[in-house]
């Protein structure tokens, strides 16, 4: 049985013979930075959730030029959107640092929504989640970079806690920008004191402050 999964709360509840059975749907796997978890158009084979790391939902804009669409943190599913609706993956999902993830076959999947209702509950939480945070990315991407690396820091925060474990690539990966001008951004909210930032490091002071804007 794996204990990472017994503690998520959608999973809390089970008795010890369904989690077991529960723990074999869902396989573990590494997945290196910039390695694509799945890509647009292809079949919604599986649903995932994220263990470690962080992932990103880009897709290209008429343009080709990538549009992120959402941020997918530890403890939380994605690519379950498609599965449930049984379409094609709508965005490619890309590690934007070594992660841990599992991957839960549809079958798998259904069954899970069929047989615990509190799995099925958190599932459409989730849905509605990054429906919102999707929304609110698409509506930053006209956006100076300041108010999409301050929005970005907001978000990551409010869900992994004030520290973070980011470099500035990572900044600059997640904001569509270069890294020069995460540089550039991250010193400014530095000075501000809105954040510390040091080597793969940055520390969230007032989340406020980044989430109006008012950087």
């Keep these: 049985m794996d204990p990472y999964l017994s503690r998520l709360s959608f999973l809390k509840g089970l008795g010890a013979a369904d989690l077991e059975r529960v723990s074999r749907a869902f396989l573990l796997r590494r997945r290196a930075r910039g390695e694509v978890v799945f890509s647009e158009g292809a079949p919604a084979d599986a649903a995932y959730l994220l263990r470690s790391g962080l992932v990103k939902a880009v897709k290209l804009s008429p343009k080709d030029d990538p549009v992120i669409l959402e941020i997918i943190v530890p403890g939380h599913l994605f690519g379950m959107m498609p599965v449930l609706d049984r379409r094609p993956y709508p965005v490619d999902a890309v590690c934007l640092q070594d992660c841990e993830v599992y991957r839960i076959r549809a079958a798998d999947f259904a069954e899970l929504l069929r047989r615990h209702p509190p799995f099925s509950q958190a599932v459409y939480g989730e849905v509605g989640?990054?429906?919102?945070?999707?929304?609110?990315?698409?509506?930053?991407?006209?956006?100076?970079?300041?108010?999409?690396?301050?929005?970005?820091?907001?978000?990551?925060?409010?869900?992994?806690?004030?520290?973070?474990?980011?470099?500035?690539?990572?900044?600059?990966?997640?904001?569509?920008?270069?890294v020069e001008t995460a540089i550039r951004v991250l010193g400014r909210l530095r000075a501000d004191g809105l954040i510390e930032a040091r080597w793969k490091r940055i520390k969230v002071l007032k989340p406020d402050a980044l989430r109006g804007g008012l950087a």
């Design 129 to 178: 989640e990054h429906l919102r945070h999707s929304q609110a990315l698409r509506a930053l991407v006209k956006e100076p970079a300041e108010r999409r690396i301050s929005y970005i820091l907001w978000l990551l925060s409010s869900t992994l806690g004030p520290e973070m474990h980011l470099g500035r690539e990572e900044v600059a990966d997640m904001a569509g920008t270069t």
